[in-house]
């Protein structure tokens, strides 16, 4: 009778440790502030995976670039540091410059997912980096050009850049000066602030969404449309870290971020929305480029971001041999 409770105990143990076990944790920071609307989303899928992942799979975020440094958090993820990053493509974009393929884009990450691109991205991240990526969230936001001051057009209405303090970063500097003709400065998004109040810039690149939550609507005053790029924020996940995931861990993972990527498109023009209007009560004036001068400004934003894509990976194992699929993929010629 003894032995047989005994082992009435053990095999109960034994469950519910199996039970404790099955909950799998990882481990996550983000590139931005958590003021900054895009953390906010990053954070909201956070929610949903805990929610739906209780007993299975549950992610610990670690904080932002307080924790490691934005620039920093490809190489933490690539190297186990942390599991999961939350980041634009273009912190990294050295190492994979397929990224580009995303900035250039006019489909959403709904498209991509749809039609292949997404599966070819995360290929691509897989075999050059050793992450698994996730997902693209926050796609279908573009981006415009602010400035403190009017912008200046040329006679053919061109915009005109002399003289301007251009805030520059990965995302958009072969635009700026590749086109544009622009010196730019580059400063990280927590610098900016203050090289605005200071004078150190007086126009910069963002998304069309966002510019309240930095609050550099307190230095900028005009918009000039037409906006250009895509976001390219997507989480990835050290490969290894992926792999030792249950089945289950990663059907939730992989599911909610699918769906994020549907319900972050939605969310994000919304605020697009908001914020313009917020804007336009404040007194943000819009200008905009027309006709042939505003055709040739978004073709060249497309065109050198591509040239600058093609001219990376041709120095990296691979080459070329990805570069016309991710074009067909990621850019949807019949819309322009």
């Given at each position: ?6 082992g ?32 906010k989303s ?152 203050s ?85 336009d ?14 055709a ?24 070329t ?16």
């Open positions: 009778m003894k032995m047989k409770l005994l009435s105990l053990l095999a109960g143990a034994t469950l519910v440790a199996g039970t404790l076990k099955a909950e799998e944790t990882i481990s996550a920071v983000h590139a931005f502030p958590e003021t900054l609307i895009y953390t990053f954070l909201s899928f956070v929610d949903k995976v805990n929610e739906a992942g209780k007993g299975v799979i549950q992610i610990d975020v670690r904080g932002g670039p307080e924790a490691i440094g934005m620039f920093q958090q490809p190489d933490a993820v690539r190297d186990g540091i942390v599991d999961m990053v939350y980041t634009p493509g273009s912190f990294y974009g050295g190492a994979l410059p397929e990224k580009d393929a995303m900035v250039a884009s006019n489909l959403t990450a709904v498209e991509t997912r749809a039609n292949g691109g997404i599966a070819l991205i995360d290929q691509i991240h897989q075999e050059k980096m050793g992450l698994k990526y996730l997902g693209w969230f926050d796609s279908g936001v573009c981006y415009n050009l602010w400035t403190r001051n009017e912008p200046k057009f040329d006679a053919d209405g061109n915009l005109e850049v002399e003289g301007l303090k251009l805030r520059g970063n990965n995302v958009y500097n072969a635009f700026f000066t590749n086109y544009l003709g622009a010196q730019v400065i580059d400063l990280p998004t927590g610098e900016v602030y090289a605005l109040q200071r004078g150190v810039v007086d126009a910069t690149g963002w998304t069309q969404i966002g510019l309240i939550d930095l609050k550099w609507n307190e230095f900028l005053n005009y918009r000039i449309e037409p906006c250009f790029f895509s976001t390219d924020l997507g989480v990835i996940v050290n490969n290894e870290k992926w792999n030792s995931l249950s089945d289950d861990a990663r059907k939730v993972l992989q599911d909610v971020a699918i769906q994020h990527e549907k319900d972050s498109v939605e969310a994000l023009r919304a605020k697009r929305d908001e914020d313009f209007a917020a804007l009560a404040a007194g943000m004036k819009v200008v905009s480029l027309e006709g042939e001068a505003k040739n400004y978004l073709a060249a934003a497309r065109e050198k971001t591509w040239e600058r894509m093609k001219e990376v990976m041709s120095g990296q194992p691979g080459g041999g990805n570069y016309d699929r991710l074009i067909e993929l990621f850019y949807d010629l019949g819309a322009e």
